[in-house]
Structure formats: structure tokens, C-alpha cells
């Protein structure tokens, strides 16, 4: 499938120049189309690393790579990356380190180095041609005796604490400290975000609809069902939007961006009872092999494929390439004593 992409921003001279020359040939090569930035589905946005310009799309579906230089590789990559990522508005920061290659770093903390122009076009394809699901539909038709929440937000809550005593709840990255307010509504609004928090929870409540941690909120505290917890009621396919059931004269927050990903995995999956997202690890468990943003389709029919070749789907882990786990259970209890022992905080980034 053809589609378009553009490089945009400062110009690229020296070793940097060659190597996005290398990048525009080696896209080419995989279908892409070089056209105006305004027509394109993927963007390279060249900046410069002191102060980075975003490339303001007019599509929330246009994938941007912001693409600066360093002299050397950094000691802390993802703490270089993440606040180019941030600053210029992108999807993905990439570093070209002449002679070393070019590191990622995604918006869901994944930082790894990859050796070329070659290597980098064959991530960034899949990732461009990604569609995200993160629109949401609330429609205020919550059952009264649910306003308060029930037994299953209570559990989604106290899971949320026991991860925050086990350690699995990282600080939200401190974005506010990097750019202006009109600059964190626009992240917000591209991304699906109501913060720049990870991991997420949800359980069944029926053969339909599940409860979700809302986007953003401190998982240790997910206090108000209907802002904090949210009903999963329903999926538009056709205009990729969530649809939540929430409780009327109270404002929403967003449902996490893998929403989709659960969904799928309760449609296809009815012994699944809960669902646990972390940004941990477990040795020797099946993973995806290319890191989808999160609240993508591909991310999600990724996950679930895995799932269903597992002996036990219902009671499962996947990985997700350089980012966390996913893990199905009879309830988060459950899945909680059952792989905290295991778990490593720390996520092999290849």
C-alpha cells in the first residue's frame, strides 16, 4: 500500500543530511511517497535539539518522528529522547548518533538504538500506516444503581493501590515542566491523553460492557466512578471511537487509550475476567514484534492473536515490544498473585 511522507523542519547538512537522504530512499523502497507535508501520512521532522519546532499537523492521524543530531550516544536515552518527543509535538523522538545509529524513544517510554537509515524505515513504516483508536463517545445512559460503582470498581480500585505498594505505578513524565499550557492541551488532544501516566486496569461487568481506569488519573487513587473508572459499553468501528456509559452531570475523563486492546480481547476471550497493563516484565512470555503506539488497532489484533495462541488465554501474559505487559485473569486479584512475584521492573528494549 502506497502512502505519503515528508521531511520538514531546519535542514538537515553534514552527516545528518546523508542520513535522511538514506531515510527518504530507504521509505521509498518500502511503498512511501515523498509529497507536501500537509498530504502526508508520515512526517520526519527535523529539529533542532535546543529549540525543537513542532510540525503542527492538520490530522491527528499523521505520525510524526521528530529527528535530531547528537555527537555521541546519550547516557540516559530516554531521558534525551522523551522531552524532544514531548517539545516537538511528535509521536516519536529519533537521535542520529553518526557511526552508532539512531535512537528511539516512543511515547510509551521505549528508548532502544537501531544501526541505520534502512533500520529505522522498516520501524517507522508499520507505525505510520497504524490507526489509532482514541476518540471516545459518552453517552450519559448509566444504570442509576451504577453511579456509585459496585463491587468491581472497588476492586479496580484496590488493585490500583496494591500496584502502587508493589512499586509498578512510575510518576507520571513531568510534561507540565516542558511546555506551555496551549502546548499540553494540543499534546492531549493528539495523543488521547489525559496525562502522561502508564499502566492501566480493567474487569468484566457483563458479557458486553467492562469497567477501565481512566487516561492520565493516579492509579492509586481512582476514586469517582464515571471520571476515574469508566464503562466500556461499546465500540464505533466505523469512526474508531470507544463508547463509555457515564452517569449524567458529571464530566468524564478519558477511558485509556488501550481501551481498544481490552475490548478486543473480552469480545474474542469470555472467560477473561480482568485485564492488567504494566510497564513490567516477565521472562519467557510471547511478545509482539513491532512497538504500536498504544490505542492502534494493529497494537491491539497484535496482542490478541498471541492471546489465542495461548493454551490458556483467560489466564495469560503478552508482552509488548519495548513497553510492558498485558496480562488476563479470573479477576486483577488473581492476576496480581499470580505474576507480581515474577515481575521485573525493568523492560528489555531491542
Not at 469470555?270 to 513490567?280: K, S, T
Request: proline share 7%.
Amino acid at each position: 500500500m502506497s502512502m505519503a511522507y515528508a521531511i520538514t523542519g531546519i535542514p538537515a547538512v553534514g552527516a545528518l543530511g546523508s542520513f535522511v537522504a538514506e531515510l527518504g530512499a530507504a521509505l521509498e523502497e518500502l511503498g512511501f511517497e515523498r509529497a507536501d507535508a500537509d498530504e502526508a501520512a508520515l512526517v520526519v521532522n527535523v529539529v533542532d535539539r535546543a529549540r525543537p519546532r513542532p510540525f503542527r499537523r492538520r490530522s491527528r492521524g499523521t505520525f510524526v518522528a521528530a529527528l535530531h543530531a547528537l555527537d555521541a550516544s546519550p547516557p540516559d536515552p530516554l531521558r534525551e529522547g522523551y522531552p524532544m518527543l514531548v517539545r516537538a509535538l511528535a509521536n516519536l523522538s529519533l537521535a542520529f548518533v553518526p557511526g552508532e545509529g539512531v535512537w528511539f524513544t516512543t511515547l510509551e517510554r521505549g528508548s532502544y538504538l537501531v544501526p541505520d537509515a534502512r533500520a529505522t524505515a522498516a520501524r517507522l513504516a508499520p507505525l505510520a500506516r497504524s490507526r489509532l483508536v482514541i476518540d471516545n463517545e459518552f453517552r450519559p445512559d448509566l444504570e442509576p444503581e451504577l453511579w456509585g460503582g459496585d463491587e468491581i470498581t472497588a476492586s479496580i480500585a484496590e488493585a490500583g493501590r496494591r500496584l502502587d505498594r508493589l512499586g509498578l505505578l512510575p510518576a507520571p513524565f513531568p510534561v507540565e515542566e516542558l511546555v506551555d499550557a496551549n502546548d499540553l492541551r494540543h499534546i492531549k488532544r493528539l495523543y488521547g491523553l489525559g496525562g502522561l501516566s502508564y499502566g492501566n486496569l480493567s474487569a468484566r461487568k457483563d458479557e458486553s460492557r467492562f469497567w477501565m481506569s481512566a487516561s492520565g488519573v493516579d492509579k492509586a487513587r481512582l476514586e469517582t466512578p464515571g471520571r476515574d473508572i469508566l464503562l466500556v459499553s461499546g465500540y464505533d468501528a466505523e469512526h474508531a471511537r470507544i463508547v463509555l456509559s457515564v452517569p449524567p452531570g458529571i464530566e468524564p475523563r478519558r477511558v485509556s487509550v488501550d481501551a481498544i486492546e481490552h475490548w478486543r480481547i473480552y469480545r474474542e476471550h469470555r472467560d477473561v475476567g480482568a485485564i492488567l497493563h504494566v510497564h513490567a516484565w516477565l521472562d519467557g512470555i510471547p511478545a509482539t514484534e513491532v512497538n504500536y503506539p498504544c490505542g492502534t488497532e494493529e497494537l491491539a489484533a497484535n496482542v490478541a492473536d498471541l492471546l489465542a495462541a495461548e493454551p490458556d488465554p483467560a489466564h495469560a501474559v503478552i508482552g509488548l515490544r519495548n513497553h510492558g505487559i498485558t496480562a488476563t485473569g479470573a479477576s486483577l486479584e488473581e492476576i496480581l498473585d499470580r505474576v507480581a512475584p515474577r515481575l521485573l521492573a525493568q523492560v528489555p528494549m531491542s
